[in-house]
């Protein structure tokens, strides 16, 4: 009997953490862990990160994120990233974009830049579970302490159903871009 009554309370335990990791969640971040998360969702996702962001230049799309990326297309992870606030790319914007060129080359997960024509929102998914709305500027800026008092403030949501209303949202979005690469 003492066996069925652990056997039970193994079930019920399982229950509980399915029960829990479905439950929303969520957190609200400031500017300093903003970039963390950006990373978080780059290490551990299975699937797919999305980023979505007006702006993209090199001060955003630094070494430390790019190589972020490469090791989630390496694992097999497809990265898609949305930008385009202005009509056109200028010099910052394209030295960005050729740097992401280099990263999708020879990995298992596939890269794809996408240009939209005028875009203000600030989104990462991964995975379809979790998401971050926030007004941080993703891809062009790193969100560094020593650059001063900036505000930015963002929601971390673990969300299913959330989730894929906003997928809904953006990815007519992606298929009316412009695919850069």
Same mark, same amino acid.
């Given at each position: 009997?003492?066996?069925?009554?652990?056997?039970?309370?193994?079930? &019920?335990?399982?229950?509980?953490?399915?029960?829990?990791?479905?439950?929303?969640?969520?957190?609200?971040?400031?500017?300093?862990?903003?970039?963390?998360?950006?990373?978080?969702? &780059?290490?551990?996702?299975?699937? *797919?990160?999305?980023?979505?962001?007006?702006?993209?230049?090199?001060?955003?799309?630094?070494?430390?994120?790019?190589?972020?990326?490469?090791?989630?297309?390496?694992?097999?992870?497809?990265?898609?990233?949305?930008?385009?606030?202005?009509?056109?790319?200028?010099?910052?914007?394209?030295?960005?974009?050729?740097?992401?060129?280099? &990263?999708?080359?020879?990995?298992?997960?596939?890269?794809?830049? $996408?240009?939209?024509?005028?875009?203000?929102?600030?989104?990462?998914?991964?995975?379809?579970?979790?998401?971050?709305?926030?007004? $941080?500027?993703? *891809?062009?800026?790193?969100?560094?302490?020593?650059?001063?008092?900036?505000?930015?403030?963002?929601?971390?949501?673990?969300?299913?159903?959330?989730?894929?209303?906003?997928?809904?949202?953006?990815?007519?979005? $992606?298929?009316?871009?412009?695919?850069?690469?």
């Amino acid at each position: 009997q003492v066996q069925e009554y652990k056997a039970e309370i193994n079930s &019920l335990q399982e229950l509980s953490n399915e029960l829990e990791e479905m439950a929303p969640q969520i957190e609200i971040l400031s500017m300093t862990e903003h970039r963390p998360r950006l990373f978080q969702a &780059l290490d551990q996702a299975k699937k *797919l990160v999305i980023i979505v962001s007006p702006w993209l230049n090199l001060t955003g799309m630094n070494r430390e994120l790019r190589q972020k990326i490469e090791k989630a297309l390496k694992r097999g992870v497809d990265v898609k990233i949305g930008y385009g606030y202005d009509k056109e790319d200028d010099y910052k914007t394209r030295d960005a974009i050729r740097e992401l060129g280099q &990263l999708k080359k020879g990995k298992k997960g596939k890269l794809q830049l $996408f240009r939209f024509e005028d875009t203000h929102a600030k989104v990462v998914i991964w995975d379809d579970r979790n998401m971050i709305t926030t007004s $941080f500027n993703w *891809l062009s800026f790193a969100g560094r302490r020593d650059w001063g008092n900036r505000i930015e403030l963002g929601t971390l949501t673990r969300h299913r159903k959330a989730v894929l209303q906003m997928l809904g949202k953006l990815e007519p979005m $992606f298929a009316k871009a412009k695919r850069i690469i």
